[in-house]
């Protein structure tokens, strides 16, 4: 239904929206800019199947989100989830558990160090900005499974199999991007 869809003018409406989430996502301005290009082509494409059931920009956004897993999946290829997590182990043992006492939390770490609730933060120009600081020196897999949580509010079954990831290695390194992502918010003093 292309009367409902205004073809000519979506570069001008939503080539800086669209560029934004997939740089966000992928932290590489020429990825990003590739795959705003391969939205628009996929988009064009596929103009027929739209039928008007979101709007133009959520259609788009679809898309593009759906490109970005594309682009992870084939990232995969060149490492998998499973050799990162096992090759983080120690790295990340290191940083919040005391080997010297039997693997429990290093003394400056609370316990509850994911599960205290940071709602009562107040969302600001400090903290986005904090926000996207910490997300850009998240790892690159461990963001883009983050954000498909956190941010699209995916559900976990539909992530595991986007990124053809076990449960098991999903909720692990669900507790490793919150567990960077918290520490960074505490060394810049937002939580």
């Known amino acids: 239904m292309e009367e409902?869809?205004?073809?000519?003018?979506?570069?001008?409406n939503y080539a800086d929206y669209l560029y934004h989430i997939a740089l966000f996502k992928?932290?590489?301005?020429?990825?990003?800019?590739?795959?705003?290009?391969?939205?628009?082509?996929?988009?064009?494409?596929n103009k027929d199947s739209f039928r008007g059931n979101c709007s133009e920009k959520t259609w788009l956004t679809n898309?593009?989100?759906?490109?970005?897993?594309?682009?992870y999946r084939k990232k995969k290829f060149e490492k998998p989830f499973s050799s990162y997590i096992s090759e983080t182990d120690d790295?990340?043992?290191?940083?919040?558990?005391?080997?010297?006492?039997?693997?429990r939390w290093i003394n400056k770490i609370s316990p509850n160090?994911?599960?205290?609730?940071?709602?009562?933060?107040?969302i600001s120009k400090d903290f986005s900005a904090a926000m996207e600081k910490c997300l850009e020196k998240m790892p690159q897999r461990?963001?883009?499974?983050?954000?498909?949580?956190?941010?699209?509010?995916?559900?976990?079954?539909?992530?595991?199999?986007?990124?053809?990831?076990?449960?098991?290695?999903?909720?692990?390194?669900?507790?490793?991007?919150?567990?960077?992502?918290?520490?960074?918010?505490?060394?810049?003093?937002?939580?």
Do not use: M, P
């Open 63 to 71: 898309i593009l989100n759906n490109k970005i897993i594309d682009y």
């Open 142 to 191: 461990l963001k883009s499974i983050f954000l498909a949580k956190y941010f699209d509010e995916t559900e976990t079954k539909s992530i595991c199999s986007q990124y053809e990831i076990s449960d098991a290695n999903f909720w692990v390194i669900i507790f490793r991007a919150k567990t960077i992502f918290r520490t960074c918010l505490e060394k810049n003093e937002i939580i």
């Open 91 to 103: 790295e990340f043992g290191n940083h919040f558990f005391d080997s010297h006492n039997f693997g």
């Open 26 to 45: 992928t932290n590489n301005q020429s990825e990003a800019e590739d795959l705003v290009q391969n939205t628009f082509l996929a988009a064009f494409k």
């Open 113 to 122: 160090y994911i599960s205290n609730n940071a709602d009562h933060t107040v």
């Open 4 to 12: 409902l869809l205004d073809t000519k003018n979506w570069v001008s």
